[in-house]
T-cell receptor, first 115, second 114 residues
Framework: EPEVTQTPSHQVTQMGQEVILRCVPI?????FYWYRQILGQKVEFLVS????????KSEIFDDQFSVERPDGSNFTLKIRSTKLEDSAMYFC?????????????FGPGTRLTVL | AQSVTQLDSHVSVSEGTPVLLRCNYS??????LFWYVQHPNKGLQLLLK??????LVKGINGFEAEFKKSETSFHLTKPSAHMSDAAEYFC????????????FGGGTRVLVKP
């Protein structure tokens, strides 16, 4: 069964450094998402992406964040200058296009630790 | 706007006894509702979903949930807990529209005692 994959599983970085979190969505999916979960808090929506552009973003997704689909398989989340409060588990998800296809399939997550 | 409240942050059950995880939602339109499960060091796995067909929804691993519009609830149940059910469970609401960002509840951690 196809799965969403994410790399790395754990990333440790210094405050102010740039990080890129990588995701490989399921191959015939066309909608892509990033969510995050700060320890002890709810899973929060960050951004959705369709047809090579952002379709919706949350207040969290400020100018320090960007997303890209650099090729036909990868979907990346970049944080330009990390802050301590960016430490969280980041989940990628993808979804097919079409009727009755609102199920999002999640990857295992990348745990980001900012020191 | 939409929101989800999971009424119990932790639930402890004995193996073989029923499990009930409570979820209430708020939505300004007719939503889709989901339950996801997260086992340690694993991703979020879909258990079941409601999308306005039958109000009683059956999912994987013997779980089911009932959509009650009058109570704005979508509680998850399983008649007999198994040790492998120990995990965190998330109730999730989504608009039935393109884009459909998910709104998560706070999660319920289930402990299964032998």
């Amino acid at each position: 069964e196809p799965e969403v994959t994410q790399t790395p599983s754990h990333q440790v970085t210094q405050m102010g450094q740039e990080v890129i979190l990588r995701c490989v969505p399921i191959s015939n999916h066309l909608y892509f998402y990033w969510y995050r979960q700060i320890l002890g808090q709810k899973v929060e929506f960050l951004v959705s992406f369709y047809n090579n552009e952002i379709s919706e973003k949350s207040e969290i997704f400020d100018d320090q964040f960007s997303v890209e689909r650099p090729d036909g398989s990868n979907f990346t989340l970049k944080i330009r200058s990390t802050k301590l409060e960016d430490s969280a588990m980041y989940f990628c998800a993808s979804r097919r296009q079409g009727q009755n296809t609102d199920t999002q399939y999640f990857g295992p997550g990348t745990r980001l630790t900012v020191l | 706007a939409q929101s989800v409240t999971q009424l119990d942050s932790h639930v402890s059950v004995s193996e073989g006894t029923p499990v009930l995880l409570r979820c209430n939602y708020s939505s300004s339109y007719s939503p889709s509702l989901f339950w996801y499960v997260q086992h340690p060091n694993k991703g979020l796995q879909l258990l079941l979903k409601y999308t306005s067909a039958a109000t009683l929804v059956k999912g994987i691993n013997g779980f089911e949930a009932e959509f009650k519009k009058s109570e704005t609830s979508f509680h998850l149940t399983k008649p007999s807990a198994h040790m492998s059910d120990a995990a965190e469970y998330f109730c999730v609401v989504s608009p039935k529209a393109a884009g459909n960002k998910l709104t998560f509840g706070g999660g319920t951690r289930v402990l299964v005692k032998p």
